[in-house]
């Protein structure tokens, strides 16, 4: 039998993340058309770049960085 001891704060955040990144996407639905390309572009490479980290304090890093960006009106 496999104990998942984190799992619960593992999916808190996995939801959190998600909901990062569709809330990114639809800031970028304001943007003209060459900057929309340009920042959708910035978001998916952003996401694809740290979806594999692992360590709490890394994800937990990009997270309030995530919250930053978007508490500063900042796109990426």
């Given at each position: 039998?496999?104990?998942?001891?984190?799992?619960?704060?593992?999916?808190?955040?996995?939801?959190?993340?998600?909901?990062?990144?569709?809330?990114f996407?639809?800031?970028g639905?304001i943007?003209?058309h060459s900057d929309?390309?340009?920042?959708?572009?910035r978001?998916?490479?952003?996401?694809?770049k740290?979806?594999?980290?692992?360590?709490?304090?890394?994800?937990?890093?990009?997270?309030?960085?995530?919250?930053?960006?978007?508490?500063?009106?900042?796109?990426?």
């Amino acid at each position: 039998m496999l104990v998942c001891y984190n799992c619960s704060e593992d999916m808190t955040q996995a939801k959190e993340v998600l909901s990062l990144y569709r809330h990114f996407l639809r800031m970028g639905r304001i943007l003209t058309h060459s900057d929309k390309e340009y920042y959708l572009r910035r978001v998916r490479e952003e996401f694809r770049k740290n979806q594999n980290l692992t360590q709490e304090n890394e994800i937990q890093r990009c997270i309030d960085r995530a919250h930053t960006f978007l508490r500063n009106g900042r796109l990426m």
